[in-house]
């Protein structure tokens, strides 16, 4: 299984609101990855966890909270986000942060955010 | 920034032509990575060529590297409709924890 999934395909929210992104992969992976992507833009690295710690914060707002509750699961949990976070949120994962066979990442199909 | 620049951005062909990209980066790199994105989507590794390595092949693709010059080049041939999508390169150094520093990408369309 070479699959990350990613929940919801979509998602509209408030300002107000609070809710989560869930990533999720089962090819025993111990590093995984958010992304996000603006229309006709590169993928912006945003977080990195490796074997379910926080790795790398690339000074991400405190209105996205990861977390990595295990190996398999990843979410980002939102809160008071802005209408320019709007954005395709990607997730990938590797097989660790260092060695020839972590270098490539398998990314989810993403969740296309839309906040009003 | 190691970041990668493509070029050209946007290449429009016909099914059945050659499509050629490429890429240049600032700085020394362990190995330059290619990805496809289909609209909207999510992206897809489609080949690794490493800093020691100068060409790789795989089905239709082919890249080049040269690190004396700091680029690398996507060659798809016999192109097809479904190969319609965005291409990013992306350079890894040897340090930074596996980031990958992706270029802004080509756009490139394949009329059937």
């Known amino acids: 299984d070479t699959e990350v999934t990613q929940t919801p395909k979509h998602l509209v929210m408030g300002m107000t609101n609070k809710k989560s992104l869930k990533c999720e992969q089962h090819?025993?992976?111990?590093?995984m990855y958010w992304y996000k992507q603006k229309a006709k833009k590169p993928p912006e690295l945003m977080f990195v966890?490796?074997?379910?710690?926080?790795?790398i914060n690339e000074s991400v707002p405190s209105r996205f909270s990861p977390e990595c509750p295990n190996s398999s699961l990843l979410n980002l949990h939102l809160h008071a986000l802005q209408p320019e976070d709007s954005a395709l949120y990607l997730c990938?994962?590797?097989?660790?942060?260092?060695?020839?066979?972590?270098?490539?990442?398998?990314f989810g199909p993403g969740t296309r955010l839309t906040v009003l | 920034s190691q970041q990668g620049e493509e070029d050209p951005q946007a290449l429009s062909i016909q099914e059945g032509e050659n499509a050629t990209m490429n890429c240049s980066y600032k700085t020394s790199i362990n190995n330059l990575q290619w990805y496809r994105q289909n609209s909207g989507r999510g992206l897809v590794h489609l080949i690794l060529i490493r800093s020691n390595e100068r060409e790789k092949h795989s089905g239709r693709l082919r890249v080049t590297l040269d690190t004396s010059k700091k680029s690398s080049s996507l060659l798809i041939t016999a192109s097809r409709a479904a190969d319609t999508a965005s291409y990013f390169c992306a350079p890894k150094s040897y340090y930074g924890n596996n980031r990958l520093a992706f270029g802004k990408g080509n756009q490139v369309v394949v009329i059937p």
């Open positions: 990938a994962s590797s097989q660790g942060l260092a060695g020839v066979f972590s270098d490539t990442q398998y």
């Open positions: 090819m025993g992976h111990r590093a």
């Open positions: 966890y490796s074997y379910e710690k926080l790795s």
